[in-house]
């Protein structure tokens, strides 16, 4: 009865914290609003016994990624969204999609439900970080390599981005590169 | 009493619809990618949930992996948002509809 009354207080909050994520035009309010997201899913993982992955939740989504949103949100210094009337007719054919997606989203969950599934015993809790690095540095390691290539190839994609080198720099470099050839 | 794993399954559906009409609706550059992390969000959730009921470490093993993809993304995503603003002055995705400068 309390863990019902827990995960429904919880829900409450998250699908309100997003259709609030949603509506507002002020980028700083959706930041705001997707950080109470993140703490309610943290919440839930809790009530599912997963507590390493709840903390993971809130150090990763709450903590780094939310601070970098409003870091970059804060740097560029951003204005409301201007109300738009070129497309508004549209709304009505986008809330229709959304309400589709939402029906194809919940069939797919009945039909997986309709499989028979092995019950879980009560006593064989997954959610201890010993499990998950088991199963992480003997099955999966491959996938964990895979991961971890891919944030190195983030990390200098992101470098690579940002940096600023005007036009005469780069042809500058290009012209020591002819020199040396002609050398 | 545990709520069954129907109703968690449930807000997941609800909050990666939320996720996705939000996709669609925005037009700052930055509220499509916060839009984005709450659809990976609301699949993380699926992933917990049937990891608890099957009893099996995987899918939370793979919340991790969802976890790593969404750090990238965030330095990558906002990286080109930075370099497109440089560009532009704005993060308008309506401004951002030719493919070179």
């Known amino acids: ?183 | 009493m545990q709520p069954s794993l129907e109703s968690y399954l449930a807000l997941s559906g609800i909050l990666f619809t939320i996720g996705a009409v939000g996709v669609i609706y925005k037009r700052n550059a930055i509220g499509v990618f916060m839009c984005i992390e709450l659809m990976l969000n609301a699949v993380n959730l699926t992933f917990v949930s049937f990891s608890r009921y099957y009893g099996d470490a995987t899918g939370q093993l793979f919340v991790f992996m969802v976890m790593s993809v969404a750090a990238a993304e965030a330095a990558v995503g906002l990286g080109i948002i930075i370099a497109f603003f440089r560009n532009r002055i704005s993060v308008d995705v309506d401004d951002a509809s030719i493919l070179k400068f």
């Open chain 1, 1 to 183: 009865m309390v863990s019902s009354v827990i995960f429904f207080l919880l829900a409450g909050f998250a699908i309100a914290c997003a259709i609030s994520l949603v509506y507002h035009k002020n980028p700083l309010y959706s930041a705001i609003s997707l950080i109470g997201v993140f703490i309610a899913l943290a919440g839930l993982y809790v009530t599912l016994a997963a507590t390493f992955i709840a903390v993971t939740q809130i150090l990763v989504y709450a903590g780094a990624i939310m601070v970098l949103v409003v870091f970059v949100i804060m740097l560029l210094n951003l204005d409301e969204d201007k109300p738009l009337n070129r497309l508004r007719h549209l709304y009505v054919i986008g809330a229709g999609l959304g309400v589709a997606l939402l029906a194809q989203t919940f069939f797919i969950f009945y039909a997986v439900l309709k499989t028979p599934k092995t019950p879980a015993e009560p006593d064989q809790l997954a959610g201890s970080p010993m499990s998950i690095g088991l199963a992480m540095y003997t099955e999966y390691l491959l996938p964990v390599e895979i991961v971890g290539v891919m944030l190195l190839m983030a990390i200098i994609g992101a470098v690579i981005l940002v940096r600023k080198m005007e036009q005469p720099e780069i042809e500058a470099l290009s012209e020591d590169v002819s020199d040396k050839r002609i050398e």
